[in-house]
């Protein structure tokens, strides 16, 4: 089985603008989580989702945002980037209905912003 | 909110030598999980523990639930080159479907 997969890896983008990452899960895995690494901060959570549905967010301003398609591929948004949004954002999806079991992390989205 | 400490942040071990890592919840816990992530890599699911007391091992690792499912620890029996990383907890309070991660700890073995 293919990993988790997520485009693009790098990314350079510039304060203000917006940027869209993109997360395809394990074949059939149906949640997908989000979480931001940092050096400072670590790994936070954004949000996770199930089904299309967000089941739960992390404490994130609205800028930040994310959807998951029926085929479980997810997305997340970030609008208006700052430059303390420069993180890898990684992405794992898990193969239950709850929220027990592995988390197969993908090897994230290094973003930077100028 | 929920919080999770790991403590400590960073260790320094020779090899052969015993190395341990903590992970402190503000909150009970409905079950915690254990990652391994090495220097340029993500994180790679170690283990999970869902019962109060509950010990697992792995070869050289053992995992700890503290009883009232509100801390864990790690354990690594003489350490070796290749248990370099950061070692991280990830926590799940009751009724809610995200894990809060520790901060984790760095592990470097010195050969």
């Known amino acids: 089985k293919a990993g988790v997969t997520q485009t693009p890896r790098y990314l350079i983008k510039t304060r203000g603008q917006q940027v869209t990452l993109s997360c395809s899960p394990i074949s059939g895995h149906r949640s997908v989580s989000w979480y931001q690494q940092t050096p400072g901060q670590g790994l936070q959570f954004l949000f996770e989702y199930f089904s299309e549905t967000q089941r739960n967010k992390g404490n994130f301003p609205g800028r930040f945002s994310g959807r998951q398609f029926s085929n479980s591929r997810s997305e997340m948004n970030v609008s208006t980037l700052e430059l303390g949004d420069s993180a890898l954002y990684l992405c794992?999806?898990?193969?239950?209905?709850?929220?027990?079991?592995?988390?197969?992390f993908g090897p994230g989205t290094r973003l930077t912003v100028l | 909110g929920q919080q999770v400490m790991q403590i400590p942040q960073y260790q320094h071990v020779q090899e052969g030598e015993d190395f341990t890592t903590y992970c402190n919840s503000s909150t009970t816990l409905s079950n915690i999980q254990w990652y391994k992530q090495r220097p340029g890599g993500h994180p790679v699911f170690l283990i999970q523990?869902?019962?109060?007391?509950e010990v697992k091992k792995q070869k050289r690792l053992t995992f700890q639930f503290g009883e009232a499912k509100k801390n864990s620890s790690l354990h690594i029996t003489a350490t070796q080159t290749t248990d370099v990383g950061t070692y991280f907890c990830a926590g799940r309070a009751s009724g809610t479907y995200k894990y809060i991660f520790g901060t984790g700890t760095r592990l470097k073995v010195l050969a």
């Open positions: 523990l869902v019962k109060s007391g």
């Open positions: 794992a999806s898990g193969p239950g209905t709850g929220a027990d079991g592995e988390q197969f």
